[in-house]
DNA sequence: AGAGACAGCCACATTACATCA
DNA sequence: GATGATGTAATGTGGCTGTCT
């Protein structure tokens, strides 16, 4: 399938989501949110079951992002404080697990909490970060302590760094969907203007050798079908069935059924497919 | 079995900081 | 050194699923 030629990302399985049709259950139950625009993309949970406990401890836990630091602090949000408690448990697992944790990175943060410190990964925590993002663009619990671990970063910042990256990597991939549309069209509208001089060239071919029939009286010569009566553009002949598009001929294969807006056959000249 | 609360994860938008030209 | 652009870590928000009661 084209969309999928086209879509797909890495081996990941992230999908932009520029088709219609695409995607499971999962994902039109996701897509159906408020936002309306939202893409989405396969949950782990539905592979990974969720191992991690939650620990009513780490309100001392230091850093910017364990307890959402200065800002998080003064959220009264209900949303605020589910993270807040999201990143408690996210804590307490680093420091069950990874003491030096807060020794390495959280260390680094360590005014006041007035300003909200940013970390710049170093060159292996970034390459070990894209080696495993390579491997899969989602962490399960236990690879993301495990990689926490071992960066000598929190759990919560090895979440962060797997969601920006997830969202980095789609907005290039908007941006090559983009460009690729963009090409389509122009073709589109080359393919159009072609077609449009052809149409012109046969007629004047046709009105220059007029056929027994045009001869006719008015009065005696069969109408024109009327698909002949329509402009070239919206004339389309189905690859795959080779039958003729359009209104017209939808209502000429099946008279008794009601008209849908779109019964035309729809050949899509990039796919090289008919949606017959 | 169904409902509600909750935890956990996600996408997305945005903010804020670090770096560079 | 000041400044704007850019990259990205961090935060806030809302939605969804799974689990438990």
Redesign the pocket.
């Known amino acids: 399938m084209a969309q999928e030629d086209v879509h797909h990302l890495d081996d990941a399985g ?1 999908a932009l ?1 520029l088709s219609l049709g695409g995607g499971g ?2 994902d039109a ?2 897509q ?4 309306g ?5 396969p ?4 592979l ?8 009513p401890d780490e309100a001392t836990a230091t ?18 404080v ?9 804590g307490e697992r680093a420091s069950s697990t990874a003491a030096a944790a807060r020794a390495g ?1 959280a260390a680094e ?1 360590d005014d006041d909490g007035s ?7 170093t060159k292996e925590q ?1 390459a070990l ?1 894209e080696d495993r993002f390579k491997e899969h ?5 236990k690879q ?1 302590v495990a990689l926490a671990k071992q960066l000598n ?5 090895v ?10 990597t ?1 907005l290039k991939q908007t941006e090559v969907d983009c460009e690729f549309l963009k090409r389509c069209c122009e073709s589109l509208t080359e393919e159009n203007r072609r077609l449009q001089r052809e149409l012109q060239e046969l007629r004047a071919l046709k009105f220059a050798a007029p056929s027994p029939a045009a001869a006719a009286p008015p009065s005696a010569a069969a109408p024109a079908p009327f698909y002949m009566q329509l402009p070239a553009a919206t004339l389309t002949i189905c690859p795959s069935c080779e039958r003729l598009g359009g209104p017209a001929a939808a209502a000429k294969a099946e008279p008794d059924r009601p008209k849908p807006a779109a019964t035309h056959h729809f050949f899509n000249p990039f796919t090289h497919s008919a949606a017959c």
Not at 115 to 121: P, Y
């Open positions: 992230l989501g259950a999962y139950a996701r159906s949110t408020a936002s625009s939202r893409l989405s993309m949950s782990p949970r539905a990974e079951p969720s191992l991690t406990l939650s620990m850093g910017s992002g364990g307890g959402g630091g200065a800002h998080s602090v003064s959220s009264l949000s209900v949303a605020g589910k993270r807040e408690r999201v990143e408690e448990a996210d990175a943060d300003t909200r410190k940013k970390l710049r990964l970034s970060l663009s989602t962490l399960n619990p993301k970063l929190r759990p919560r910042q979440e962060v760094w797997f969601q920006n990256r997830r969202a980095r789609k």
